[in-house]
């Protein structure tokens, strides 16, 4: 798969930006592991993280009306065309940071293994999309990939969390 380096380039910067809103999620994440490690009858909190979602997709719906007007989102002309994107990848990021938030839950109940399967899902999805769709990928359709399997690997270990007791089995 050949993209160019213009292309590459593109990409580069736009998912580089997506993971922005990840760094309050990247300090939170090892404090929640230590919380729910000490208390196993935690239960995942849903209201936080759907508001976190939520964040995450407003601010792709706001960056994609922005790209109506600025395509290249003020970065100039190299990057016409960072907004679609962009939109893209942040709404992958929300799936990213809810995979991270239940990542550290699962972690925390003794089942590491779930996180290496969803992340295992989603290796396999993005390939599958790549294979499947071989001809001439753009960044932007890698884009959407990256967000399908991002998701798909969140829903995945959502519902791993959500499944019963949390608690080690033997």
């Known amino acids: ?18 993971q922005v809103p990840l760094m309050p999620v990247n300090y939170a994440t090892p404090l929640l592991f230590r919380h729910w490690i000490a208390r196993p009858e935690v239960k995942m909190p849903l209201g936080p993280l759907t508001l976190m979602i939520g ?6 719906v706001l960056v994609q009306l922005l790209a109506f007007s600025q395509p290249d989102l003020w970065l100039g002309t190299r990057y016409l065309g960072i907004g679609n994107l962009l939109t893209l990848l942040l709404v ?7 995979l991270r938030v239940a990542g550290a839950r699962v972690n ?7 996180i290496v ?30 967000a399908a ?17 949390i608690e080690a089995r033997s």
């Open 1 to 18: 798969y050949t993209i160019g380096a213009a292309a590459l380039g593109l990409f580069t910067m736009a998912l580089t930006l997506s």
């Open 92 to 98: 992958g990021t929300a799936g990213e940071a809810t």
């Open 55 to 60: 964040a995450l997709l407003v601010a792709a």
């Open 117 to 146: 399967l969803a992340e295992a899902l989603r290796c396999i999805v993005l390939i599958g999309l790549l294979i499947a769709n071989r001809v001439d990928v753009s960044a932007t359709a890698f884009g959407l990939y990256w």
């Open 108 to 114: 925390a109940a003794g089942r590491p293994w779930g």
């Open 149 to 165: 399997a991002s998701w798909i690997a969140a829903v995945f270990i959502v519902c791993l969390v959500r499944r019963g007791p």
